[in-house]
Each structure stands twice: as structure tokens, then as C-alpha cells.
């Protein structure tokens, strides 16, 4: 099996970075990406519950427990 690679419009996995005083949890969030700048950096549109941002130069995290401000591919089932 081949490794994914980003491309325009793909659905992807943001890990949201929650508040540094703990109310909001990181948790991840549905994204499309809108640009790819390589193959694990990525500029993405992230649809949370408060709306919609964009967050660009985003980072692949394909550690165990995902950091906040990265993306990932969403598990398979």
C-alpha cells in the first residue's frame, strides 16, 4: 500500500490546540485542505463548532498523541 499524500480538497484531521487553562480540550476537528505546500505541510479550512478558520503552514503529526495546530489522516475503520 502506498503512503497518502495531501492534495486540494482532501478531508484531513486537525488537532485543535484547546485553552492553556484547560476549559477547552485539544480535540480534533474536520478540515479541508486548501493548499500543500509539501507533502506534510498544508494550509487547511477547519470547521469547529464556534465556525470556521483557516490555518496555514500546518504540520503533519503522525505521533501517538496528536499536538495542537497539526493535522493528521483521519483513522480508518
Excluded at 485543535?16 to 484547560?22: F, L, V
Aim: proline share 9%.
Amino acid at each position: 500500500m502506498s503512503e497518502q499524500k495531501p492534495t486540494i480538497g482532501r478531508l484531513v484531521h486537525y488537532q485543535a490546540h484547546g485553552s492553556p487553562d484547560g476549559t477547552h480540550k485539544s480535540e480534533p476537528r474536520a478540515a479541508v485542505v486548501t493548499a500543500v505546500e509539501s507533502d506534510t505541510v498544508v494550509s487547511l479550512c477547519v470547521m469547529s463548532p464556534g465556525g470556521l478558520f483557516f490555518s496555514h503552514g500546518c504540520s503533519l503529526d503522525a505521533g501517538e498523541t496528536p499536538k495542537g495546530g497539526t493535522w493528521r489522516w483521519p483513522p480508518r475503520s
